[in-house]
């Protein structure tokens, strides 16, 4: 199993190369910052692919992946993904998630 740090390496790299397509096998990593840096390498190259994935993790049990979306998703741009970030705002229960999302808007 690659550790984290190299997972996150890869993970840049890829982004760098803007290879959506291999950055989505990172989303199903163990390893929430490994999910996490996978997220925001989307959010960053921002393509419909990553948008549509992306939107999925909105509702992730995970209070950290919740953040990471949101906030991936409204940098993207999109005004699909912000509908939906903003959506998801009016459904999530943790406070801390509503708060880190909006420090990002």
Not at 27 to 33: A, C, R
Not at 47 to 63: A, I, M, P, R, Y
Not at 64 to 79: H, I, N, Y
């Amino acid at each position: 199993d690659m550790d984290s740090a190299k997972a996150k390496e890869k993970i840049k790299k890829l982004e760098e190369k803007k290879k959506t397509g291999k950055i989505v096998a990172f989303l199903k990593s163990k390893e929430t910052d490994v999910v996490c840096a996978a997220i925001e390498a989307m959010g960053n190259i921002g393509d419909e692919d990553s948008v549509n994935k992306l939107t999925g993790f909105l509702d992730h049990e995970n209070t950290e992946v919740r953040v990471a979306a949101g906030k991936a998703l409204w940098k993207t741009g999109s005004e699909y993904a912000k509908t939906q970030v903003t959506y998801q705002l009016t459904k999530e229960k943790d406070p801390k998630v509503v708060e880190a999302i909006h420090s990002a808007m």
